[in-house]
């Protein structure tokens, strides 16, 4: 399938490496493509520069927020929260058409340092926000609750544990639950349906204790599970 | 010991008649005593009027706010998030002292209707409110995220899950935590120390993603699990 990344971060890097061996073909997308290219690394956080990691990705390409939104059968948003509805905006509403769009951003706000803030909380949702800028688009909130790494690997958590999925249309919410148990191994037993697209105020407003598990565990290799 | 509860509804009859059965001595605080005693109950929730309930819990006191406040050695807050801190005004600073003061409530506001929306939220949370108003209470914000009956009774669940501590003080969250595992029998092991009372926010946040899961559950008898 042709998949259209919205980001060039970690999370995209994440989701493209994985896509690409599932034998999908990908397309990120940036703000700038010659920016994004003259981008060094991160010797902090180990991140290599995003030209030095495509290099080492044969297959996968990299092209405007618009040219990713027009190749992409399905859309995956892994945009910084601040960028994203930017981003959207320049992938284009013709170009975003009535296609699924995995929206995974979350609208972490960290302008006055850590932990971050939400930019959009409580009465409303970035995934909310997304929808109704772009009415036609299928957006599906998910896989915003925890790290990259066990989005798209579940088994690199032990045990049963929980995906999230808010969305208005029932079809694009199966579409978006098939593709996190065909394409990561989501168990579809796994994939909870918290509802319509309001609900994505309930995934993003986990990310405040999420930050904060973070560092009472000190490791994001975890992630929450529903018991009953 | 002598506890002190501030609140009458479900929540606080819920612990009253627990730690009645392991030979603590309870007042339950309310704003107005005769008026409680009148209230009826409630025919939609089955909740017993207040007064056919104390009549069936015999050793169970009720008084004013600040009767309960200076009777109990330890408090539980579960008042209403709304009523909270003018019941905490009430309870008055001198009753309160240097007590700890298990903060249970959560800033729901149902003014415009279900879902609710938090009145305090994001970059403040009512754990720290409360602590800011009276500095010398040890609050320490714990078993907001769960339904009573699981508060009392971690085994109404099935397998790990937790509950999260959030205070400034050490020593309170230590006496916090043993009084968990004693009292309710909340394994040591299950308990998870956010951090200071600033990381209320993460827990209070938790409530409107628990209201869904409610709703997409069709049960209140669900926990938080983070697993690794």
Request: proline content about 4%; overall charge negative.
């Amino acid at each position: 399938m042709n998949i259209g990344i919205l980001g060039t971060g970690m999370v995209a890097r994440t989701f493209a490496q994985t896509l690409l061996a599932k034998g999908h073909i990908l397309k990120l997308g940036t703000r700038n493509v010659a920016d994004t290219l003259a981008k060094p690394g991160n010797t902090n956080t180990g991140l290599l520069s995003f030209a030095d990691w495509l290099q080492s990705q044969p297959g996968i390409e990299l092209g405007t927020f618009a040219e990713a939104a027009a190749f992409g059968e399905l859309l995956i948003n892994v945009t910084s929260g601040g960028a994203c509805m930017v981003a959207l905006e320049a992938a284009g509403e013709a170009n975003l058409g009535q296609k699924v769009l995995l929206d995974v951003a979350n609208p972490l706000d960290f302008s006055n340092g850590m932990p971050p803030t939400l930019s959009i909380v409580n009465d409303d949702s970035l995934g909310e926000a997304i929808q109704r800028r772009f009415p036609n688009v299928n957006v599906v909130k998910t896989l915003n609750t925890m790290t990259a790494a066990i989005m798209v690997n579940p088994t690199a958590v032990s045990g049963m544990h929980n995906v999230f999925v808010s969305g208005n249309g029932t079809a694009a919410k199966a579409t978006a639950s098939a593709f996190l148990t065909e394409q990561f191994g989501w168990p579809a037993t796994s994939i909870i349906d918290l509802g319509d697209i309001t609900t994505a105020r309930g995934s993003e407003q986990l990310l405040p204790i999420w930050i904060r598990l973070w560092g009472a565990l000190q490791t994001p290799m975890f992630n929450f599970a529903i018991v009953r």
